[in-house]
């Protein structure tokens, strides 16, 4: 059932008023702590009360890509992007959104089309820890390591928000092969235009990390999007920057 499926920062409004549990692994489940030299398209989308609730990916000196389940109901002016950081109580840019689009297709029944691009109120100045990165244009299948980031939840069962970025690598799987490790229900929602990552129970993406980037060879490659909370097993899903990238530069353009 849909249910069965955690949005990584769906309900943000519940989201915002419950404390996180404790933390046991002090990182991004599995995960060790990034270098935002080596990761300088992270992005923290935050409230204007400075709580970190998605990640997001710089694409150009005005917009970055997100999930649209991180900002669907939002309004254009709502978002702090803060860029140039690994640190979530320190250091980096704050930018005030300035427009968010919303994919029109995006369905939050299904998570269908979980992807949305917020334009910045100011230009970003790229330096060696901010810097936009260029979006993947091929499909990819499975079997590539491609590298996962974001401030998420740090255990299974959610775990506080580490105050440093975390990054895990994770082993890229075909749609087939992503849908036969879920449950009949659940392998519904691996759309074609999702893309899939798996490497072993308890590594995996969390809740605060959805639409941060996943990459392969320096290109963005998949928007975090859903999972089975958290690292129990089960693949996680993101969308696919292939499937989205004409949509993208239509509604940007990049």
Known sequence: MIRQLFVLCALVALAFATPLREDFESRIVGGTNAN?????????????ANFH?????????????????????????????VVG???????????????????PSYNANTIANDVSVVETATAIAFTTNARAIPMNSATIGGGQSAVVSGWGGTTVDGGASPNTLQRLTKTTLTNADCRSRHSTANA??????????????????????????????????????????????????????????SWILQNTGV
């Open 188 to 245: 519904a929602f691996v759309f074609d235009h999702k893309i899939c990552t798996f490497t072993r129970a308890g590594q995996g993406i969390c809740q605060g990390d959805s639409g941060g980037p996943l990459t392969l060879n320096g290109q963005l490659i998949g928007i975090v999007s859903w999972n089975i909370p958290c690292a129990r097993g089960f693949p996680d899903a993101y969308d696919r920057i292939s499937s989205h990238r």
């Open 36 to 48: 935002i030299a080596d990761i300088p398209w992270q992005v923290s989308l935050r409230t204007l």
């Open 85 to 103: 950081t690994a640190t979530l109580n320190a250091g980096g840019v704050t930018h005030r959104s300035n427009r968010i689009i919303n994919h």
């Open 53 to 81: 609730f998605c990640g997001g990916s710089i694409i150009s000196n005005r917009w970055i890509v997100t999930a649209a389940h991180c900002t669907v109901g939002r309004a254009g002016n709502s978002i702090n992007v």
